[in-house]
């Protein structure tokens, strides 16, 4: 089956501080891969994502690559702010023509400390 | 331009009951995803309606099931509620032929006593 898996949490950084958010995934399939965020009180909303091997997504400095070889996805940042603390989800979808389900890990809570 | 919205916001419930939980699509998809998310844990995929039918299942017993009306919007129904069915319950919707971006609503927070 499908599966996602993130580095253990929470983790706390001071703002400025470079971040890294581990993911690796198993897949059945050719998988897309999307980094989610959840803010508190809040529903997931997309990051970035990736639908093909060697792929960057980026979106708010925020970036992560698709490695096909390692079945990695690990999200990075060059200088993190207090605006960044969230829950930050990996997850994946099999390819198709149609919507199809996402798997997700079990989240990474980020704290930003000025 | 309304996003994905749900209804209610927060729901407490005895063991044993039944519950409804609603979802109306972001505009222009017709596609709707449920998901249930633990406590600490990353949402998991209930099942998905397109064309008012269920079109894919997760693991997830009978007790949970679903509904798609015409104007694409979505029911989530819980029978014989177990303290375990406590948690955050995400709608998503999507354009049928996008693989990729699913738009979360806030969610209903369902506590069962």
């Known amino acids: 089956g499908n599966s996602v898996t993130q580095m253990e949490g929470p983790v706390t950084l001071s703002e400025e501080a470079f971040l890294t958010i581990n993911c690796t995934y198993t897949a059945t399939g050719y998988p897309s891969l999307f980094w989610y965020v959840q803010y508190p009180g809040e529903g997931l909303q997309l990051l970035l994502k990736?639908?093909?091997?060697?792929d960057k997504g980026s979106n708010k400095g925020f970036e992560a690559t698709y490695r096909k070889e390692t079945t990695s996805f690990h999200l990075e940042k060059g200088s993190v702010q207090v605006s960044d603390s969230a829950v930050y989800f990996c997850a994946l979808t099999i390819s198709s023509g149609s919507a199809r389900q996402l798997t997700f890990g079990s989240g990474t809570q980020l704290t930003v400390l000025p | 331009d309304a996003g994905v919205t749900q209804s209610p916001t927060h729901l407490i419930k005895t063991r044993g009951q039944q519950v409804t939980l609603r979802c109306s699509p972001k505009?222009?998809?017709?596609?709707v995803s449920w998901y249930q998310q633990a406590l600490g844990q990353g949402p998991q995929f209930i099942f998905q309606?397109?064309?008012?039918?269920?079109?894919q299942r997760g693991n997830f017993p009978d007790r949970f099931s679903g509904h798609q009306f015409p104007n694409y919007s979505s029911e989530l129904n819980v029978n014989a509620l177990l303290l375990g069915d406590s948690a955050l319950y995400l709608c998503?919707?999507?354009?049928?032929?996008?693989?990729?971006?699913?738009?979360f609503g806030p969610g209903t927070r369902l506590t069962v006593t």
């Open positions: 990736a639908t093909k091997a060697d």
């Open positions: 505009s222009g998809h017709d596609t």
């Open positions: 309606y397109y064309e008012e039918e269920e079109r």
């Open positions: 998503a919707s999507s354009p049928r032929y996008s693989s990729y971006e699913q738009y």
